[in-house]
């Protein structure tokens, strides 16, 4: 039996170092895309390994035009539409759970429904409302799109949570002389550390990555965010491949360096959000 059991642990320890191996490499062919002179990313030739490495893909990214202003404009709508997106999750999420109103299923049955939209479907609808709301080409109206598409998944979750917390523990505080803002200050928000840092990854990493209405809404270039920076790395011309890679890695390192802060939180939110109906 338990050289049954070794033999078991063998073999999922080596396909789980098989599928780790598979979802790295693609992150390893960036880095080494992006150490390597551009000329030789153009070869039919390809080494695992770099022959030589370069920096002068990281210094042809970082001083392209604009760059500066594409990282402010990420950060501002990023940081921006996580914070909106998990204040608001919080004031929606509380209410569900803890209020017993007409239409209280039905409106998170909306919640779900909104969550498995498309975002191709609400392009054009979200370029009307923002072109009569007069706030094409400024930096409002991205952040609201990315609170707007982040926001059902941040309350769906967060609601998770709150059910998972006991109501008594409100009640008791409030007969110690709290007040209910108080008692949810107090009792309900310490507890929902792992669920706001589950949302606030979700949200930040969405709102990061997020391409197409960026593209669309700001035709303005002084208001466009790094995903189209991206892309600029792609012409009539050709595509720069060293740059392109060195762009992503350098648009990699804040959802990186991020994720590390709170990678504790992380794992205990996403676990107990699992379980909680």
Known sequence: MRTKNRAQRTLLTGVALLLAGLFFF?????INSSLRPSNANLTTEY???PTS????????????????????????????AMLCAVAA???????????????????????????LAPLEA???PMYLLMRDVGLLNMLPALLLVN????????????????NGIPVDLEEAAMVDGCSRWGAFRRVTLPLLGPALVSTSVFSFITAWNEFLFALVLMRDQSN???????????????????????????????VLIYFLIVQRNLVAGNTAGAVKG
């Open 122 to 124: 609400l392009l054009i």
């Open 147 to 162: 609170v707007a598409t982040t926001l059902p998944f941040t309350i769906w979750t967060l609601r998770g949570f709150v």
């Open 26 to 30: 693609p992150t390893y062919w960036m």
């Open 47 to 49: 080494d695992l390994f």
């Open 89 to 115: 999750g919080i004031l929606a999420a509380i209410p569900l759970c803890r209020l017993r109103f007409r239409g209280r299923r039905g409106f998170v049955l909306l919640v779900l429904i909104a969550q």
């Open 224 to 254: 466009q965010t790094l995903p189209v920076w991206l892309s600029t790395f792609s012409t009539v011309f050709g595509t720069d491949w060293g740059g392109t890679m060195a762009a992503s890695v350098v648009f990699a390192l804040p």
């Open 53 to 80: 490495i370069t920096f002068d893909n990281f210094v042809t990214a970082v001083t392209r035009p604009g760059f500066t202003n594409f990282l402010t404009n990420s950060l501002i709508v990023a940081v921006g």
